[in-house]
């Protein structure tokens, strides 16, 4: 089953910040996040694993809450740099779902000057 | 680092018509998967691979058909094109399984309508 992204969209004025929700109804082995430019492959931002550990990509960094099943993505100080679409991925810990990544149907984010 | 390389980079079909999209990768990555991306709905996996010789359906696999003949190389194809296969495919590569914790490498993409 497809993680719920929120929220869809959000626009920032630079220097701002941003906070990128990811809900799983299924319990998760680890979450990957993405980002997207428009007319571009996804890249690969990060990884999360179980153990609530934080991670961090330049001013970019994400938790894992196992428990509530969820992940978010915190953008600070945001950059024109950080415009694109994010998704995160959520692998499966059990079951039929177990390794399975389903991804989010992502967050469109827009830096403006 | 040419990393995962598709081609064409657009294409229009008629309905009925069939194609193959090319994907091949140069980081010697066993598993390899292939992505549709439909507007608003994230990415769907259609079918995926974890070595020469070993494919295995994905969520949205009708329609569409696999081989993987080499560790490099991880074509799609279409038989009897419809309109509801318009849309954005991503062909991606990683070194080991999500529970090694191994991250996707997309290619650029392949932008498919059928009229």
């Known amino acids: 089953q497809q993680p719920v992204q929120s929220p869809q969209a959000v626009i920032l004025r630079e220097g701002e910040d941003a906070v990128i929700n990811c809900s799983s109804s299924?319990?998760?082995?680890?979450v990957h996040w993405y980002r997207q430019k428009h007319g571009e492959a996804p890249v690969f931002l990060m990884i999360?694993?179980?153990?609530?550990e934080q991670k961090g990509h330049e001013k970019i960094s994400a938790s894992f809450n196992e428990k509530k099943q969820q992940s978010s993505l915190y953008l600070t100080a945001s950059q024109l740099s950080y415009s694109g679409t994010y998704f995160c991925?959520?692998?499966?810990?059990?079951?039929?779902?177990?390794?399975?990544?389903?991804f989010g149907q992502g967050t469109i984010l827009t830096v403006h000057p | 680092n040419a990393g995962v390389t598709q081609t064409p980079k657009f294409r229009i079909l008629k309905i009925g018509q069939s194609m193959t999209l090319q994907c091949t990768q140069d980081m010697n990555h066993n598993y390899m998967y292939w992505y549709r991306q439909d507007p608003g709905m994230g990415l769907k996996l259609i079918y995926y691979s974890v070595g020469a010789g070993i494919t295995d359906k994905g969520e949205v696999p009708n329609g569409y058909n696999v081989s993987r003949s080499t560790t490099e190389d991880f074509p799609l194809r279409l038989e009897l094109a419809a309109p509801s296969q318009t849309s954005v495919y991503f062909c991606a590569s990683a070194r080991g399984t999500t529970t090694d914790n191994s991250p996707l490498h997309f290619g650029n993409g392949t932008r498919l309508t059928v009229t």
């Open positions: 999360l694993l179980k153990g609530g």
């Open positions: 991925g959520s692998v499966g810990a059990g079951g039929t779902s177990y390794g399975k990544l389903t």
């Open positions: 299924k319990a998760l082995y680890s």
